[in-house]
């Protein structure tokens, strides 16, 4: 069965402090996995995709990785701040053409 | 440019009354997918197509039924409501292996 999870499920930070949430799943067989954000009430919006071929994907204060043979993604975020408060959801686009979510990670910034 | 449009956005339903949601796509994706998203279970797949004439089911797809007759919609229809279909609704689409774009999402209840 294809399963996504993602760890921690909730974590607080100070702000300025680097992180890393974890993205994990069965299944090596894929195409990609991306990232979104998602603030309280609102729709997805994406982050990075980092191609089954890749090892890793930035994006300004953001860093994703890959180990596809692990099976395993971790998301960086540099320099946190107040405004990085919000859940982040890790897909997996699968050989099969579906799309799995993780549960998500939910992030709180302290000022 | 509208990207992935979701009509409607809010609907109220009686239990065992029907409907529509309609997902519509401008940027001529073979592939579309129906999501629903409660409360700590992340967005777990209904249903998805991989082109026009196409439907194939996801993680959660009994309740549900779904049509693709054309390449930029994408139907999800309640033949009987239930309280459990309480739910938010998103609806996505992408082309090939590249990233997958949402709407912003239908909040439906029945009562």
């Known amino acids: 069965k294809q399963e996504v999870t993602q760890i921690p499920a909730a974590l607080s930070v100070p702000e300025g402090e680097n992180l890393v949430l974890n993205c994990s799943f069965t299944d090596s067989a894929i195409y990609n996995l991306q990232w979104f954000r998602q603030d309280p009430g609102k729709g997805l919006t994406s982050l990075l995709l980092i191609q089954s071929s890749q090892r890793e994907q930035t994006s300004g204060r953001l860093n994703a990785s890959l180990d596809k043979s692990s099976g395993r993604s971790t998301l960086y975020i540099a320099a946190s701040q107040p405004g990085d408060s919000a859940t982040y959801l890790c897909?997996?686009?699968?050989?099969?053409?579906?799309?799995?979510f993780g549960k998500g990670t939910r992030l709180h910034i302290l000022p | 440019n509208a990207g992935v449009t979701q009509t409607p956005k809010f609907r109220v339903l009686k239990t065992g009354q029907s409907m529509t949601l309609l997902c519509a796509q401008d940027m001529n994706h073979e592939y579309m997918y129906w999501y629903r998203q409660d409360p700590g279970m992340g967005l777990r797949l209904i249903h998805y197509s991989v082109g026009e004439g196409t439907t194939a089911k996801g993680e959660v797809p009994d309740g549900y039924n779904v049509s693709r007759l054309k390449k930029q919609n994408f139907l999800l229809g309640l033949e009987s409501a239930a309280p459990s279909q309480t739910s938010v609704y998103f609806c996505?689409?992408?082309?090939?292996?590249?990233?997958?774009?949402f709407g912003q999402g239908t909040r439906l209840t029945v009562v």
């Open positions: 897909a997996v686009l699968y050989r099969d053409d579906k799309i799995i």
């Open positions: 996505a689409s992408k082309r090939g292996n590249t990233e997958a774009f």
